[in-house]
Nanobody, 126 residues
């Protein structure tokens, strides 16, 4: 499975951006897809995840109510709609996929994901 994230850019605080993640290869093996982010000098952190079997969605507390994860199987893409952006959302955003049926507690762990995209930079200016 290959993943490619795109859609990052520079936006003013309060603005919106939509990230996309295109999947190719053996996509039928994917059970979960997610977004993680890494700010300068910080560890990579979980943002959101979506299960393919149930379409259930999970979010980090820091983005609940502002970000929405979705997917379109027809075009093999996953999205992250980011609204009400804050300067603290500035980071490189990575999309990831797992070929395992992850339990809820594992969704938040980067080590549970098998495939990663290259990352796209989001900069929120105040």
């Amino acid at each position: 499975v290959q993943l490619q994230a795109f859609g990052g850019g520079v936006v003013l605080a309060g603005g919106s951006l939509r990230l996309s993640c295109a999947a190719s290869g053996r996509t039928s093996s994917i059970y979960v897809m997610g977004w993680f982010r890494q700010a300068p000098g910080k560890e990579r952190e979980f943002v959101a995840a979506i299960r393919y079997s149930t379409n259930s969605r999970h979010y980090a507390d820091s983005v609940k109510g502002r970000f929405t994860i979705s997917r379109d199987n027809a075009v093999k893409q996953m999205y992250l709609q980011m609204n009400s952006l804050k300067p603290e959302d500035t980071a490189v955003y990575y999309c990831a996929a797992s070929s395992s049926r992850l339990i809820v507690s594992s969704l938040f762990q980067s080590t549970a994901y098998d495939y990663w995209g290259q990352g796209t930079l989001v900069t929120v200016s105040s």
